[in-house]
């Protein structure tokens, strides 16, 4: 079983379209959960840290329930630029300072 | 504007000659990253500095090794590459004791191996 694990995707909307990513981690020990966002042939950005209580970055909604080791993202209104891929991120417990990273899902807004 | 840079941007090299790709952060970061990154996978970590104290994953082969020579500079040298190594590296930093364990990446230096 992956680490994290993530829909691979495509997910292809229209613009204005609401899409929701899932993600899914297997150690309970982990404490610090992100979405990175990497354009293609980019680097990883991050794009938000996710909180147990959920939290919110205008359009951007993150989710995050431990009891089930999942985590959301939802976007709203989607832009062309939201094009990229959307890399699931939780910290490693047995490691000091290290990041696993999911594969990603890929999401494709079109006109 | 404080950030993580990387050279080359592109690297063409050929089968089993070395290469050294460079990392350099003005972050002043404690840890600095180094991953691997093929088409449609995750970033895979090869190893990352604790300050000075390297720290190697199992299953990164022994042709990989780095050097890191002060806080702003990180090396990964790849003494014998082959056609699998062709990838993208990404240099990272943090800072521990901070908000969280945020990382931030380099631009990458794409390697292709002939």
């Known amino acids: 079983r992956k680490e994290v694990e993530q829909d691979p995707g495509p997910f292809n909307v229209p613009e204005g379209a609401t899409v929701a990513f899932n993600c899914t981690y297997s150690n309970s020990a982990s404490q610090s959960f992100f979405w990175y966002r990497q354009d293609c042939r980019k680097e990883p950005k991050l794009l938000m840290s996710v909180y147990s209580s959920g939290n919110e970055d205008g359009r951007f909604t993150a989710q995050l329930n431990r009891a089930s080791q999942y985590i959301s993202l939802l976007i709203r209104d989607s832009k062309l630029s939201d094009s990229a891929t959307y890399l699931c991120?939780?910290?490693?417990?047995?490691?000091?300072?290290?990041?696993?990273f999911g594969a990603g899902t890929r999401l494709a807004v079109h006109p | 504007d404080a950030m993580v840079i990387q050279n080359p941007r592109y690297q063409v090299t050929q089968f089993g000659k070395p290469v050294t790709l460079s990392c350099s952060q003005t972050l002043n970061h404690n840890v600095m990253y180094w991953y691997q990154q093929k088409s449609s996978q995750a970033p895979k970590l090869l190893f990352h500095y604790y300050d000075k104290d390297f720290n190697n994953e199992a299953d990164t082969p022994d042709n990989f090794q780095s050097r890191r020579p002060n806080t702003s500079f990180c090396f990964l040298d790849i003494r014998s590459p082959g056609l699998g190594d062709a990838a993208m590296y990404l240099c990272a930093t943090s800072s521990p004791g901070g908000a969280s364990d945020t990382q931030y990446f380099g631009p990458g230096t794409r390697l292709t191996v002939l």
């Open positions: 991120v939780v910290n490693d417990p047995g490691g000091y300072n290290k990041l696993i």
